[in-house]
């Protein structure tokens, strides 16, 4: 697990070559917006990241093992582009791992909340999630 935090810890386009060292051939990686099969697929989910944002960066808080399963919790850092508009975000989340008998990983899934880290802060949206919100909450949250 140590070894995983590191690798995302440190992610970029250059290390993601190496990714397969990590995830086995045929691994499954689900987040919010993906879900691919393959380390060449996983390969080219990290490729648009870096493709789509400035600056992106994981920080590994904790991580849990128990027997072949693991999971993290991270904070996911970027600046989205946009020249006068560009922002700083952060995304908290965490990812639970399965490794396979060889050690790598077999099942890579990222929960976080893609409403309230990412919808909720955009313009036109973040009006309307914010009035969702305040009508679907109970009156004792509110």
Do not use: C
């Not at 590994?60 to 850092?77: N, R």
């Not at 399965?98 to 313009?123: C, M, N, T």
């Amino acid at each position: 697990m140590a070894e995983l935090a590191a690798y995302y810890e440190q992610l970029s386009p250059a290390s993601l070559e190496h990714l397969g060292r990590l995830y086995d051939e045929q691994a499954r990686f689900k987040d919010p917006f993906n879900d691919v099969v393959g380390v060449a697929a996983i390969q080219a989910v990290f490729r648009h990241m870096f493709d789509t944002v400035q600056q992106p960066r994981f920080v590994v808080h904790d991580t849990i093992v128990q027997g072949d399963k693991g999971f993290l919790v991270w904070s996911f850092h970027f600046y989205s582009a946009g020249g006068r508009t560009a922002r700083a975000w952060e995304i908290k989340g965490g990812s639970h791992v399965q490794w396979g008998r060889d050690g790598r990983i077999v099942l890579h899934r990222d929960y976080w909340d893609a409403a309230e880290e990412l919808y909720a802060k955009l313009p036109v949206l973040g009006g309307l999630m914010r009035y969702l919100k305040r009508k679907l909450a109970t009156p004792i949250t509110r």
